[in-house]
């Protein structure tokens, strides 16, 4: 019996040029990447127990170790059913050479992929605006990104796209981040009495923290309106226009109880003489 079962496992199934592929290579290749999944399931569980990172480092650091792993594993299991690399990657030199110049692009996006990992200047679960776009990062791999916008369609970058390009993490250092809404009213107007109904508007709003609490700043005298901005915090970054809706709703209402009207431009036309 063990001798039908040592004949099977020597059997060859394909040859290729010098490398005989055996039954035994496909087993063992089978249990070596068994043994894989089961080492990346202990470190995953390992770094997500760790208490004093955030998930999107944690997430980071699996990701890094995850495709590190992968690349070593997929050498390993080229030696495993026969393949020779080095006679793989002498014979091929000058493919390699042209196949890089061709894909210098993709070759870039997975070094950004490699650099955002690393360096976590963007995390999943971050608000981030890039030319003009908003979205929350869903998931980063080494090549792409992907975005989720505030009308809930998915945009996936390439990693290039984050790292050559200015962008605006509203959450790389806190969740919570400071908006304004501003206003115009007309010259008549009470000045304090615009600053109060302004301050009451927001803290009539749940999304908006107490602390840091909110505040009135007068901007400017405008051609035909005294400029007035409210600022404060809100958490949830990505829905803050909602938010921003509702401090105008509350505000034109208050300004219509007391009577604090906010002016149309207005322009003077002059005839020319004939």
Known sequence: MWEHIKDLLNETLITIGKTHLKVSSIVTLILFWIVVAFILKIIKKSIYSINHFDDAKK?????????????????????????????????????????????????????????????????????????????TVQEITLRT??????????????????????LINWTHNTKASRFEVAVGVDYSSDVNLVSQLLKEAVAENKEILETPEPFVRFNDFGDSSLNFSVYFWVEDVFRVEGVRSQVRYLILEKFRQNNISIPFPQRVIHKAAD
């Open 59 to 135: 997430y980071s650091i699996f990701t890094l170790i995850k495709y590190i792993l992968l690349v070593v594993v997929l050498v390993l299991s080229m030696e495993i059913i026969g393949f020779n690399l080095s006679v793989l990657l002498a014979g091929s030199a000058a493919l390699l050479v042209g196949l890089g110049l061709g894909i210098q692009n993709l070759f870039s996006d997975y070094i950004s992929g490699i650099v955002i990992l690393v360096d976590a200047t963007v995390k999943m679960n971050d608000v981030i605006e890039i030319n003009g776009i908003v979205g």
């Open 145 to 166: 990104t992907t975005l989720q916008t505030r009308d809930d369609k998915y945009i996936i970058l390439p990693n290039s796209d984050l790292t050559r390009s200015e």
